[in-house]
């Protein structure tokens, strides 16, 4: 791993919260039927979490002497409030993975300070998948 890499896999992660910022915003006003208030809740109290990631990792990638991304992972296309759910769980699981490595990465080329933060970050993200994953857990069909 060398600062170049690390810079690159930063801004694929950087996508992924501008999409994740994206999606649970697009979903907030998809929400439909006698859960809507609730969901609409779960999905909006997610996004400032989601911002402060995309607002960390730009600022990251911009002390590392690289240029953050614009463009946002894109949005899975969902039609019901079951498979929202689902793409955001998917998403979810994918941002602990990848922070897990972005950590060790980090630790590769001597930078705690970055490998703590983004640990930090598989904390937030691990809850954010737990949380979805005992939504979905009871789910009516
Ligand atoms: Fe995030
Ligand atoms: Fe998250």
Redesign the pocket.
Known sequence: MNKKDLIKNLNEDLAG?LG?VIQYTTYAAKATGPYRPQLTQFFLAEVP??LG?AQFLANKIVALGGEPTTEARPVPKAKSNREMLEAVLLAERR?VADYTQRAREADEIGDKGLAVQLED?VR??TGHAEETERILRDWPV
Do not use: G, L, V
């Open positions: 919260e994740a979490d989601e990631h941002a970050m937030d993200e």
